[in-house]
């Protein structure tokens, strides 16, 4: 090997170094703003609303754009039916069909059309009581 080899080399292994750096960073602050963005979404019935409705809140913060989820929780901060969306919260009823009173419906409707509802977890004692 001479040395344009070696030099070359080491340009591309700097180049590669500072992608993975760059990339490592961008990754970093992806996630401190998922972080602020599901701290926020906790605060508000939208939450609830996506468990009620069976969507996976990570796989929502993950795949739903910034911009759009925070549209979504300021629709939801600024409902006009707080009363019939808190009653179907609070309903035990898993198999409530009607939540046309929301005005975030469209969307969740979207999401649980394009993704697999969340799966129940176990329970520890293997399903015996």
Do not use: H, W
Not at 57 to 62: N, P, R, T
Not at 73 to 83: D, G, L, V
Not at 84 to 95: F, G, H, I, Q, V
């Amino acid at each position: 090997m001479n040395y344009y080899t070696i030099g070359f080399l080491l340009v591309i292994a700097a180049v590669i170094g500072m992608v993975a750096i760059t990339a490592r960073i961008a990754l970093s602050e992806n996630s401190k703003v998922l972080n602020r963005i599901r701290d926020a979404l906790r605060r508000v019935r939208m939450f609830k609303m996506l468990q009620k409705r069976q969507v996976d809140v990570q796989s929502y913060l993950q795949n739903t754009d910034v911009s759009e989820i925070r549209q979504q929780i300021a629709t939801c901060e600024s409902c006009p039916s707080i009363q019939t969306c808190d009653t179907a919260l609070e309903s035990n009823k898993t198999a409530i069909n009607d939540f046309s009173f929301c005005p975030n419906n469209p969307a969740i409707e979207q999401l649980q059309s394009s993704a697999p509802p969340i799966q129940e977890k176990p329970s520890a004692t293997g399903g015996k009581a």
